[in-house]
């Protein structure tokens, strides 16, 4: 079990708007620690989306957002599109076991 | 441009040793932190090491402490990870990543290379 919780799988038609939670704990999200998301499309690398819980960076549309509160943080995606359609993860800093940590992941489907 | 190259993944026996590298240019290398991220075959992210850019600390998730060694070459704008005593489970496509800003966030990210350990 990842120490960073999302659900497994998300879905939305095009234009609806859907979000990915990321749970973590005191030692990680809830100590302060920035959350991070990567999306990543089938065959390839993943790409940072967004940094430093709700920074985006040069290029992703800001369709994309992303918020932290407590021991959570979430990934936000509005007016959805078909090349949305990807993997996504969260990741963070524990500070109990002082290493970087990526949650289980969670696939969005465009229907 | 920023651009990774990863290379030296290739099928292995278990109990083998193998280096990967990672070629880094279009961005002074000697500046960042770097680190290394496998992906078993359709599963997830997973972060195993991280050196700083001076090359002086190193960080190891706890499935690879031991076996695993990471390191760089300034001059030559090269991280690498040495893997000893492979076992299966260390099958997975590995993925060299730069650290944007020491925050733990990778903006740039190598296509990865792919590590079969198989007998």
């Known amino acids: 079990q990842s120490v960073l919780t999302q659900p497994p799988s998300v879905s939305g038609a095009p234009g609806q708007r859907v979000t990915i939670s990321c749970t973590g704990s005191s030692s990680n999200i809830g100590a302060g620690h920035d959350v991070h998301w990567y999306q990543q499309r089938p065959g390839t690398a993943p790409k940072l989306v967004i940094y430093g819980n709700s920074n985006r960076p040069s290029g992703v549309p800001d369709r994309f957002s992303g918020s932290k509160s407590g021991t959570s943080a979430s990934l936000a995606i509005t007016g959805l599109q078909a090349e949305d359609e990807a993997d996504y993860y969260c990741q963070s800093y524990d500070r109990r076991l002082s290493v970087s940590f990526f949650g289980g992941g969670t696939k969005l489907t465009v229907l | ?119």
């Open chain 2, 1 to 119: 441009e920023v651009q990774l190259v990863e290379s030296g993944g290739g099928l292995v026996q278990p109990g083998d040793s193998l280096r990967l590298s990672c070629a880094a240019s279009g961005f002074i290398f000697s500046r960042y932190e770097m680190n290394w991220v496998r992906q078993p075959p359709g599963k997830g992210l997973e972060w195993i090491s991280y050196i700083s850019s001076s090359g002086n600390t190193m960080y190891y998730a706890d499935s690879v402490k031991g076996r695993f060694t990471i390191s760089r070459d300034n001059a030559k704008n090269s991280v690498y990870l040495q893997i000893n005593s492979l076992r299966a489970e260390d099958t997975a496509v590995y993925y060299c990543a730069r650290d944007q800003g020491g925050n733990w966030d990778f903006d740039s990210w190598g296509q990865g290379t792919l590590l079969t350990v198989s007998s």
